[in-house]
């Protein structure tokens, strides 16, 4: 979320400290509520629409509010209302930096607008993110020749932060010449061509977002946290393939593996998007398949 | 002591079997045993004879729409209840007119896995 986003600015230009920065993370973490949770507790949904909205979140890349709408459990103006309500992630986290005296008012402004610059977002872009949708960052973090991988990433990304780390944020992506070196799976969503998208470990974030997911305490880089990892990437692509099927485009899945050369791919086309869970850093590689003649 | 309800699990994924197998046993249910792929669901039904079957659709070597239909063959009473990620609409349809019960997306959420079982066994 913004918190992080703007902290690691903060971090990287040298206006606050590492320590400063995760002791402002843990003042913020969870001074805000679930969507849900508060439209629950202000009568406005039974606990079982709530609980039918996070159901239907399992297949639907959406926000809860959005589909909740859509549903017809709120109307338009009570999701206005309850999201005023739940607080703007960036007014939480400003309050935090400024309350701290880390930050004045104005150097904070002025901060945010030195990282929109730098992070090549428009105002508007940037203003989701201060509501907190991270991967709306994408674009601007992605090169120029990778613009078309945003939507992908952005569903494996929102899906990493609804299932695993809500904190959960990219880096900035970067074109390279292979997979990483590291450990990794891969899945392939296959189309006269297609797309393979692949996590790799980094810093322990692979680690970390495996063990969320499989519900256990992984302590080194096994079968296991490959196993899990491969089943969260294929919930990520599912969810991407039947948005897309929506609109009348059909891809196949195939198996996730750790294969790293099982398909001919275009040359030129990987992307390599870090992706912090937790604050540690995994992989997240895209690349386009040859079409097969 | 009333007996439990025999569920057998047919997943490819380690942790997805670990994960659903902690869901049926505290739902009550009694996980007689795994399989890993289609042949070997295959094998250990005729073997083993469960109440239930979960079945993933996406493994190696026979997936879980082809074994879905040997069992269905073997047995046409057979219990199985589809387990897949969003976006395989197309296999799921294919299951259903092939005899299966129902069908459960990953990630799982324990409520509606226990609700989906107990509905199907109540059939
Ligand atoms: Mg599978």
């Known amino acids: 979320m913004i918190g992080y986003v703007l902290g690691n600015y903060l971090v990287r230009t040298g206006k606050i400290t590492r320590e400063a920065l995760s002791d402002i993370l843990r003042k913020m973490e969870d001074s805000r509520a679930q969507l849900g949770a508060l439209a629950v507790s202000e009568g406005l949904m039974t606990p079982a629409q709530a609980e039918e909205i996070n159901l239907l979140q399992a297949e639907r890349d959406a926000y809860f509010g959005d589909l909740a709408v859509e549903e017809g459990y709120l109307t338009p103006e009570q999701l206005k209302e309850l999201m005023k309500k739940q607080g703007d992630p960036y007014l939480c986290c400003s309050k935090v930096l400024i309350q701290e005296g880390i930050l004045s008012e104005r150097e904070l402004g002025e901060a945010l607008e030195e990282m929109r610059k730098e992070e090549g977002l428009t105002p508007e872009q940037l203003e989701e993110v201060k509501r907190g949708a991270v991967e709306k960052l994408l674009p601007g973090f992605l090169p120029e020749e990778a613009q078309d991988y945003a939507p992908l990433a952005g569903t494996v990304l929102r899906t990493v932060i609804r299932l695993a780390d809500r904190n959960a944020y990219p880096g900035r992506g970067e074109m390279c010449e292979r997979f990483p070196e590291r450990r990794q799976v891969h899945q392939a969503l296959v189309f006269d061509g297609g797309l393979v998208d692949c996590f790799a470990e980094e810093e322990g974030g692979l680690m970390e977002l495996a063990g969320i997911f499989a519900q256990e305490e992984f302590t080194d880089l096994n079968e296991d946290v490959m196993d899990a990892a491969g089943e969260f990437l294929n919930c990520a692509n599912g969810l991407y393939i039947s948005g897309l099927s929506r609109k009348g485009v059909f891809l196949e899945l195939k198996m996730p593996s750790a294969e790293r050369s099982a398909h001919d791919l275009v040359p030129g086309s990987l992307c390599s998007i870090p992706v912090y869970v937790r604050g540690r850093s995994l992989r997240l590689v895209l690349a386009k398949i040859a079409e097969e003649l | ?123």
Request: glycine share 8%.
């Open chain 2, 1 to 123: 002591m009333e007996e439990k309800i025999r569920i057998m699990i047919v997943d490819d994924s380690k942790t997805s079997r670990k994960l659903l197998r902690g869901i049926l046993e505290r739902g009550g249910y009694e996980v007689v045993c795994e399989a890993v792929d289609g042949e070997d669901a295959w094998g250990k039904y005729r073997e083993i004879r469960p109440d239930l079957v979960t079945m993933d659709i996406t493994m190696p070597k026979m997936d879980g729409v082809e074994a879905l239909s040997m069992i269905r063959k073997e047995d046409p009473t057979a219990r199985v209840v589809m387990i897949s990620a969003s976006g395989q609409r197309e296999k799921m349809t294919m299951a259903i007119r092939r005899g299966a019960s129902d069908f459960i997306t990953k990630p799982f959420d324990e409520k509606k896995v226990l609700a989906t079982v107990g509905a199907v066994l109540e059939e």
